[in-house]
């Protein structure tokens, strides 16, 4: 790995360099996610010379890692582009594989953190009582390129710094709204899973949903009469409760999941019109169709959900 920071942080001492180091490699830190969030905009990121750079650092306490993201990531997960979001991904998915939690058994088991780091950046916490520096050194890079080397059109590494760093930032808080994506990809890590990947999502949808228990119990899009609505609101009821807001999308095919009969069929033509509707946004991929829910139309989703409130310029096929 090469770059300013890497060729200071190797100077220095890596993980041992003394507290005299903390302005360079701070002022190089700064530099490195400024230029990986920066390049998280193109059409691709990172290069062989200099890769997108991830941080990490053990306290003695948590594992942190600083990444190239705005630091609301916690609070408005949809302010962060698709490549973006899987470089957080892979990285809470190192995170998890360095600690080795175990498997949730509640929502509140999760334990991933957030705020606001170097920079205005992002930055992660994660419990991690008596991680030695020096271990992290040695197997934080590996954990992460294991997870981040199958993000397409993208070069990135991670480096391990002193605490020191990265320590002294502001509170970390819990992602708002139970289905935050970094929960989500906590979760999906900690039950085998991939966060980066979205197949290895895909296939643990069903024990995350299970584990996250959905969203809005309030609402009852079950008992609405109107069976094209009542399954307009079970499919955007899922998507919401999976966190699927853009970082995290679903094969178009798999909307149909859960419904029997001919139930299948009006699923598929509800998902259409949810398209149609500018409710759920499409993502091309290789041989598939894959959907998200429309940032940009949150308080119509969340209403169509809750109430049945069916917004302008959806036409959902009645029979």
Known sequence: MTGPLAEALDAAGGVAAPPSAKA???????????????????????????????ALAADGERLLAAVPVPGGLHADAEAVGERAWLLVAATVGALVDLTDPGMPATPDDLTVTAGEGVGGMALLGYPAPGLEPSVLEDLGPLAFEDHA???????????GLPAFVLGDAGE???????????????????????????????????????????????????????PARRVARRILQRLDGMGKWGG?????????????GNERQLASDVGEALLGAGLLAEKPSVGQRHVFLNP????????????GEEPSGLSLARK
Do not use: Q, W
């Not at 490699?25 to 400024?34: F, K, T, V």
């Not at 080397?149 to 480096?159: K, N, S, T, V």
């Not at 995290?248 to 029997?260: E, I, K, N, P, V």
């Not at 139309?297 to 109430?307: V, Y």
């Open 149 to 159: 080397g199958g993000i397409d059109r993208l070069r990135a590494c991670a480096l």
């Open 248 to 260: 995290y999308h679903t094969d178009f095919a798999h909307l149909a999941r859960g419904f029997a």
């Open 24 to 54: 360079r490699l701070r002022d190089l830190l700064e530099d490195a996610l400024r230029y990986g969030c920066a390049e998280l905009e193109g059409k691709r990121s990172g290069t062989r010379e200099r890769p997108v750079a991830v």
């Open 172 to 226: 970390l808080r819990a992602p708002i709204g139970e289905a935050h994506p970094l929960r989500i990809a906590e979760a999906v890590a900690r039950l085998g899973g991939r966060p980066a990947d979205p197949a290895s999502v895909e296939e643990h949808d069903e024990a995350v949903l299970g584990l996250l228990g959905g969203r809005g119990e309030a609402a009852r899009p079950h008992e609405d009469p109107d």
């Open 296 to 307: 940009r139309r949150a308080g119509d989703i969340r209403r169509l959900i809750e109430t």
